[in-house]
Every structure is written in structure tokens, then in C-alpha cells.
């Protein structure tokens, strides 16, 4: 059976056509809403299982479809030391929310095509509860929740170890594909050789704005400088930078920085369009002097999220 994905994007139509066979990676986890003590045992196993078990099936899927709209175009934070975003200005910049009474916004992420949002492992690994992904929120204390999905299935790195901090992806695939329009753009993803040292970075997110301070209603977004892996190690760091990192910030006097509740998301350059270099992973303290924020190197791992993607549209970019 097969399906088609229709969009306009002002003249221009989009048909995505899907294969009728769906890959399901072996490293993936359902989540279960109803999670409670009756499950548990059920659910201590689905654990288990991923991660004791990351064997792979044979692939027998058609590659990812690419559609004819762009990613990485903005429309025209707990962040420290940031600036307010105005209106839904990167529009794949999402909010992963959890709690059905009280939604409680513990991380970010980055919408990469109609199905899936990229995020840092460390926020979902031992998370029990039903995720909720929220696009086109500028304001969190709004009424209007902009766009809602459920995260269906959460994908993360096989190779995520937590001690070290490597490897800190996840992939959250949602209930329904988010419709790609004019306002609903995802980010774009570098090429596998992309390096983007030297260049300026921008995080945004809706983390803390100072360190032991509160969240922030508003998205807001910071400019930082790329730096190398070598700078990087050159800090308080030191051999804890691995390749598949990426460092932005200000080492010698600090006071801008991604914080807590940025978790997870992206650190951006725009190049044209906004490509993503980075996820936000960890940090000592928020926007520390010596104390560069550490992200996730994206470029590392495009095999990965195209292999584990290959269900979903892709804009053109």
C-alpha cells in the first residue's frame, strides 16, 4: 500500500510518494503512555533489549524521498546573554514537552523532515513519559500551542554512552508527518565532510537564561564562534573532546552559552540556508569562562539519521 503526501508551497505542488515497507530499526523504543508498576516488567525488557541488542536487520528499504521544498530558510531563549526571536523565525526549532496535566518543557530540537525531530540522546534515554513535540511556539505562555505531535518512536545512538558523552543523538520519530509549508520548514543537514570551525554559530532554545535562573517563555537565539576541537581541549575539557564534538562559545571571558532546558537543540550557521552543525549536548555551568559549550557534531553522523529516516520527505537543500 502506498501513500502520497500532497503540499503547496505558494505555486509549487509537492507529492511525496512513500514505499509500502516502513524499516523499523532495531534500536527503537516505544514508548508507552499508560506506563505504570503492571508494565514494568514489559517495559524493563524493551529496554533491555535495545540496549544489550543493537544487531541490524537486512535492509530492504527505498532511500529517503526528497521533496521540492527548501529547508534551512527562516521566516521573516533561555538562551544566556541572547536576544527574543522574532515570529517563528527558524521554524524547525521544537520544544520537547512532557506531562499531560502540567506539560513540563524539559529539552529542544530540530524538525529535519516531516516525520522526524533530532534531539540529544541524554534527554530521552530514561525518559517513561509521552513526549510531546510543539512547532511554531514562540510563546510558551500562549494559548495557541501552534503545531502538536506525539512521539511515536524514539531512535537513539547506539553508540550513546553516558558517561562519556559521545554519540548523544536520538531521533524522534512522531504520530503524523508535520505538513512542509511556508511557514513549517525543517533544518538543513551538512554533508558528511562539513566542518564548520571558524565560523559563527547560532544556538536557540528556550532554556535558561542565567544559570539557577528560570526558564524563558520566549525563544531566544545567540550568536557564538565556532571553535576547533584543538581550543576546545585547551580548556577544562581537556581529552574529554572527542571527534564527533563540535565546541562554540566564548572561552576567555564567557557570558553567552546555551543552558539548561537547551538541551538538545540546534546550533545552526547560516550559510545561505541554515545548516545544522551541532545539537546541544553538555557544558560546565552556563556560559562559564574556559568553558565552551559542547555539542554534538552533526557531519559525523548523516549515514546514520538518512539510514534510520528512509520512512520520511526531505526537502531539497
Not at 29 to 56: C, H, R, T, W
Request: some cysteine; overall charge positive.
Amino acid at each position: 500500500m502506498k501513500f502520497i503526501i500532497v503540499v503547496f508551497l505558494g505555486s509549487l505542488l509537492v507529492i511525496c510518494t512513500q514505499s509500502s515497507y516502513v524499516y523499523e530499526p532495531s534500536s527503537v523504543v516505544n514508548l508507552q503512555p499508560d506506563y505504570s508498576a503492571k508494565n514494568a516488567k514489559q517495559q524493563n525488557e524493551l529496554f533491555a533489549n535495545y540496549f544489550f541488542n543493537f544487531s541490524q536487520p537486512e535492509v530492504k528499504y527505498n532511500r529517503a524521498h526528497k521533496t521540492e521544498c527548501n529547508c534551512g530558510t527562516p521566516n521573516v531563549n533561555r538562551i544566556v546573554g541572547g536576544t527574543q526571536v522574532r515570529q517563528n523565525k527558524y521554524p524547525w526549532t521544537a520544544q520537547l514537552v512532557r506531562g499531560r496535566y502540567f506539560p513540563r518543557l524539559f529539552c529542544g530540537g530540530s524538525l529535519i523532515n516531516d516525520r522526524y525531530v533530532l534531539t540529544a540522546a541524554h534527554c530521552v534515554k530514561n525518559n517513561r513519559d509521552q513526549i510531546t513535540i510543539r512547532l511554531l511556539q514562540l510563546d510558551r505562555s500562549s494559548r495557541d500551542p501552534g503545531i502538536t505531535r506525539q512521539v511515536a518512536r524514539v531512535i537513539i545512538h547506539p553508540g550513546f554512552d553516558a558517561t562519556r558523552i559521545v554519540n548523544d543523538l536520538a531521533l524522534l520519530r512522531l504520530d503524523s508527518p508535520v505538513p512542509l509549508t511556508e511557514k513549517v520548514r525543517p533544518v538543513c543537514l551538512p554533508t558528511s565532510n562539513q566542518n564548520f570551525e571558524g565560523k559563527t554559530g547560532i544556538v536557540a532554545g528556550w532554556g535558561l537564561i542565567m544559570q539557577g535562573g528560570v526558564t524563558s517563555n520566549y525563544l531566544r537565539e545567540v550568536s557564538l564562534p565556532i571553535i576547533t576541537n584543538q581550543e576546545c581541549r585547551n580548556t577544562r575539557y581537556k581529552n574529554k573532546i572527542e571527534d564527533v564534538m563540535i565546541c562554540a562559545g566564548y572561552v576567555k571571558q564567557g557570558g553567552k552559552d546555551a543552558c539548561q532546558g537547551d538541551s538538545g537543540g540546534p546550533l545552526i550557521v547560516n550559510e545561505g540556508r541554515f545548516r545544522l552543525a551541532g545539537v546541544v549536548s553538555f557544558g560546565f555551568g552556563c556560559a562559564q569562562p574556559d568553558a565552551p559549550g559542547v555539542y554534538t557534531r552533526i557531519s559525523k553522523f548523516i549515514d546514520w539519521i538518512h539510514t534510520s529516516t528512509r520512512d520520511s520527505c526531505y526537502c531539497s537543500g
